[in-house]
């Protein structure tokens, strides 16, 4: 059988963009060249998109987007033959390559957000990951939260703030639910923009600041008890990894500790009883499912200290680095990286 074509993106108009770059160096080294070629396909942080040709350590040291390894391209128009085109230097001549299936591996705005997806729904190319609305839903966590909510899962008390709302109105929502709290952009990943809250001198700031990250922000309270996730892999069928669990020593889960682990540890898998850990994977099918899931997402929750299951946010492009937790809590259940992203784009063609 002919290889198939797997247009991996990376990169992107984000503050996530490094990220990005780590965990499609991974998802690249990982395909199974037997059956799979892949096609990397960088965005620049000013939105130029490139073929990119050259040494794949290139993507993730940050030095892919240079004359000699990439290529100027774009998506085919055309929804029954599905192409990349290139566009070299004047002198030499215009090509195109076929498309099978798209991955994209690009994390927070622009990329995770249903504005790629739908990109590659528009053109009718085969998506290995969650379709247009549940990717936008998703990032949104708000409106994640509502959905959840109607679904039977406790989530936390919140409140939004548009950027011509009064700080008063943050105030006053703040001291009913007392500190500390959390102030979130709505739309954002990574933790960027992201302030716990322990007293109600610092809400200010910690409004501004993410603002600066999104037109909305988003007022939680806090949840005793620990963070888990769940890697589900499926769309009509649901599979699941190992929970894990995310062991902090102070503060939350913040973009140093989630690439460094400085003074936290993620414990795969998690260290609760064989009960409780099937309550929380079915509850996030249950989000997986109310939320417009498709082939795979990680769902995170809190668990407290009485056992209840209070809802987070899913990722559905989440870090997939070979060291990440969605891999990870994947191969505490028996399944290889590379069986991972062979069931992923198996599952987009088949949809």
Same mark, same amino acid.
């Given at each position: 059988?002919r290889?198939w ?6 990169g992107g ?5 490094e990220?990005?770059l780590?965990?499609?160096y991974?998802? #690249?080294?990982?395909?199974d060249?037997a059956n799979y070629?892949? *096609?990397p396909?960088?965005?620049t942080?000013?939105? %130029? ?5 050259g040494?794949?350590k290139k993507?993730k040291?940050n ?11 774009m ?14 230097? +004047? ?5 195109? *390559? +076929?498309?099978?299936v798209a991955? +994209? #591996?690009?994390?927070?705005?622009n ?6 997806q739908? /990109?590659l729904?528009?053109?009718? *190319? ?6 247009t609305l549940s990717?936008a ?8 939260h509502k959905?959840?909510a109607?679904?039977?899962v %406790?989530?936390?008390?919140?409140m939004t703030l548009?950027?011509?709302d009064?700080i008063a109105?943050?105030?006053?929502f703040a001291?009913?639910?007392?500190f500390p709290?959390y102030?979130k +952009?709505?739309?954002?990943g990574s933790s960027?923009? #992201? ?8 809400l ?10 999104d037109?909305q922000?988003i007022?939680e ?5 620990f963070e888990v ?5 499926g769309?009509?069928?649901?599979i699941?990894?190992?929970?894990d669990?995310?062991?902090l020593?102070?503060g939350?889960f ?7 682990l400085?003074t ?7 260290r ?5 850990s099937? %309550?929380?994977?079915?509850?996030a099918?249950v ?14 929750m809190f668990l ?10 899913v990722?559905?492009?989440?870090g997939f680095?070979?060291?990440? %937790? ?7 259940a028996?399944?290889?990286?590379s069986?991972? /992203?062979?069931? #992923? ?6 949809s």
């Amino acid at each position: 059988m002919r290889k198939w074509n797997v247009l991996v993106f990376f990169g992107g108009c984000s503050s996530e963009y490094e990220v990005s770059l780590e965990s499609a160096y991974a998802v #690249i080294e990982n395909l199974d060249r037997a059956n799979y070629c892949p *096609i990397p396909v960088g965005i620049t942080m000013d939105g %130029r998109w490139f073929y990119f040709q050259g040494d794949t350590k290139k993507i993730k040291d940050n030095t892919w987007a240079n004359e000699k390894d990439s290529i100027p391209a774009m998506l085919s128009t055309e929804r029954v033959d599905h192409r990349l085109l290139l566009f070299p230097q +004047p002198d030499g001549p215009s090509r195109s *390559i +076929p498309v099978d299936v798209a991955l +994209p #591996i690009i994390h927070g705005k622009n990329g995770e957000d249903g504005t790629l997806q739908g /990109l590659l729904e528009l053109f009718g *190319i085969p998506l290995a990951g969650c379709n247009t609305l549940s990717s936008a839903l998703c990032m949104d966590k708000d409106r994640a939260h509502k959905l959840a909510a109607l679904a039977g899962v %406790r989530v936390p008390r919140s409140m939004t703030l548009n950027a011509n709302d009064p700080i008063a109105h943050a105030l006053s929502f703040a001291l009913e639910i007392g500190f500390p709290l959390y102030v979130k +952009p709505v739309r954002s990943g990574s933790s960027y923009g #992201i302030t716990r809250v322990e007293k109600l001198e610092e809400l200010s700031d910690a409004v501004a600041l993410a603002f600066h990250y999104d037109s909305q922000v988003i007022l939680e309270e806090n949840i005793a008890g620990f963070e888990v996730g769940c890697a589900v892999l499926g769309t009509q069928e649901l599979i699941t990894g190992e929970l894990d669990e995310i062991e902090l020593s102070e503060g939350f889960f913040n973009y140093t500790e989630k690439y460094t682990l400085k003074t936290s540890a993620i414990h795969v898998p998690a260290r609760i009883d064989r009960d409780l850990s099937a %309550r929380l994977k079915e509850t996030a099918k249950v989000i997986y499912r109310a939320l417009g899931c498709s082939v795979f997402a990680r769902v995170d929750m809190f668990l407290t200290p009485q056992g209840e299951i209070v809802f987070n946010e899913v990722n559905t492009i989440p870090g997939f680095t070979e060291h990440s %937790r969605y891999p990870g809590m994947m191969k505490a259940a028996g399944y290889s990286f590379s069986q991972v /992203l062979d069931r #992923i784009i198996r599952l987009a063609v088949r949809s």
